[in-house]
């Protein structure tokens, strides 16, 4: 389970992938790119982005004055990145165990098989990042994804 169902294909419909673009650009949905920059613009400040561990077919933000949110996916390989950027500075810290990034900050993982979050501040904004297997299978992976954001 990936958080995401890709609808089935028929003759004449659109294709899966098509049809999750179009769900996601009715909910607000834009280019990654464009979303990142309004968010930026509102909070007069700049965002860290990840280094994907793998290429996604689909990419797209969207972004309010207080919340950015960044999805990628692989629709071929069921692999799905949620990445919610934020101007709260505060942590959800149940049930985590606390893990500390190469920069030193501080960070919470939370493992709910086969979903995987993590969630730390930086600079002023409050980084969550969702995923699931097999993008990360455990929090070593989890750790080393996090340590891509610059």
Same mark, same amino acid.
């Given at each position: 389970?990936?958080?995401?169902? @890709?609808? &089935? ?24 790119? #464009? ?6 613009? &509102? ?5 860290? @982005? ?11 933000? +969207?972004? *309010? ?12 390989? &069921?692999?799905? %990145?949620?990445?919610? %950027?934020? =101007?709260?500075? *505060?942590?959800? +810290? ?10 030193? /900050? ?5 493992? #709910?098989?086969?979903? &995987?979050?993590? =969630?730390?501040? =930086? #600079?002023?904004?409050?980084? #969550? %990042? ?12 989890? /750790?080393? $994804?996090?340590?891509? $954001?610059?």
């Amino acid at each position: 389970m990936l958080g995401f169902n @890709l609808p &089935h294909t028929v003759a004449g419909e659109s294709t899966p992938e098509q049809a999750l673009l179009e769900d996601m650009r009715e909910d607000g949905y834009i280019e990654i790119e #464009d979303a990142v920059a309004s968010f930026e613009e &509102h909070q007069q400040m700049e965002v860290k @982005l990840p280094r994907l561990p793998f290429q996604s077919t689909i990419a797209l933000g +969207k972004a *309010s004055p207080d919340t950015l949110t960044l999805q990628w996916f692989d629709t071929v390989n &069921h692999a799905h %990145i949620r990445v919610t %950027i934020g =101007s709260r500075l *505060s942590l959800n +810290k149940s049930h985590a165990v606390a893990v500390t990034l190469k920069n030193g /900050v501080k960070a919470f993982y939370r493992e #709910d098989l086969p979903h &995987h979050t993590l =969630s730390f501040i =930086s #600079d002023g904004l409050t980084y #969550d %990042i969702y995923t699931s297997e097999p993008v990360v299978t455990n929090q070593r992976e989890m /750790v080393e $994804f996090a340590n891509s $954001f610059n």
